[in-house]
């Protein structure tokens, strides 16, 4: 069975003279537009090329607001894309909550969600489910958190590169969160191995409700952490080496992603322009 996933960074942040979006927390007006105008014209690809009766789920998001807020940003953007549309429905967070009332149970919403899909007439169609969960695996606070006395890496890496993000994160994947000082931060290889194996479990999640449909997930997380992590898949390690010929030393923008189609024997792995075809056991070597 194939697994397809996409992950992309969230959208613009507040800051400036960009304001903070009223109803799009953590972004900024532009942020927000971006996500809803452009992004989701992206992510309409990976809608397009989804199977039959297809469910995908944009649910996976950090702890941070301008995740989640991005991925809800897509999913309004989605929505108008295809309110014409009689061969795909778009449940967008708003819709979902209102349709499952006043309750606070993720249960009872859950269920909500699998009635309104697996109705009459609902059932034969694509759909696009925009609810995003905070996801453990791709948390943002326990590894980059600078307030946390554990995260002087953080400082020092700031201290010493300021502006110069890629020559910061060149730094990180060569001492893998050690420093000649012995300031210790999150390892970069376990953080790829992290985020991939929490995709694969909101996987498993949607599979749960919905076993009889093909699923594709979507997710929001960010800069240097999903870097990692394509990398990782990439080129089978995250380095300097690695960082320069797959990215050409280049960290990714804002809501610039990457979709992952998982099979038995090979990945392959659609980034920047290009796919990659990577064996499954070159990556377990």
């Known amino acids: 069975m194939e697994k397809k996933f996409f992950i992309f960074r969230h959208s613009d942040k507040p800051g400036g003279k960009n304001p903070e979006s009223e109803q799009y927390p953590g972004l900024s007006e532009k942020g927000a537009e971006k996500a809803m105008e452009q992004k989701s014209r992206e992510i309409k690809e990976n809608v397009e090329n989804a199977p039959d009766r297809a469910l995908i789920y944009i649910g996976g998001a950090t ?14 953007g989605l929505k108008a894309l295809y309110k014409d549309d009689e061969n795909v429905l778009v449940l967008t967070k708003e819709e979902i909550l209102s349709r499952a009332g006043k309750t606070e149970s993720l249960s009872s919403t859950i269920k909500k969600i699998v009635e309104i899909i697996e109705s009459d007439e609902n059932k034969n169609k694509k759909i696009v489910v925009d609810f995003p969960l905070f996801v453990k695996e791709l948390s943002f606070g326990r590894r980059w958190d600078a307030k946390k006395d554990n995260f002087e890496y953080f400082d020092y890496l700031d201290k010493k590169y300021g502006d110069d993000e890629e020559g910061a994160f060149e730094e990180w994947s060569l001492t893998k969160g050690e420093n000649i000082e012995g300031v210790e931060g999150p390892n970069p290889e376990t953080v790829a191995e992290e985020y991939l194996f929490g995709l694969d479990r909101i996987h498993e999640f949607a599979k749960k409700y919905f076993p009889d449909r093909p699923v594709v997930i979507g997710a929001v997380s960010h800069r240097w952490d999903l870097d990692a992590a394509i990398l990782k898949l990439i080129a089978g390690e995250v380095s300097p080496k690695s960082f320069k010929e797959i990215s050409n030393e280049k960290l990714t923008d804002t809501t610039e992603g990457t979709a992952i189609t998982i099979g038995e024997d090979q990945m392959k792995i659609a980034w920047r322009g290009k796919e990659f075809e990577i064996k499954i056991e070159e990556q377990n070597e």
């Not at 702890?63 to 309004?76: I, M, Q």
Request: charged residues 30%; glycine residues 8%; hydrophobic residues 45%.
């Open 63 to 76: 702890e941070l607001a301008r995740t989640k807020s991005t991925a809800v940003a897509v999913g309004e």
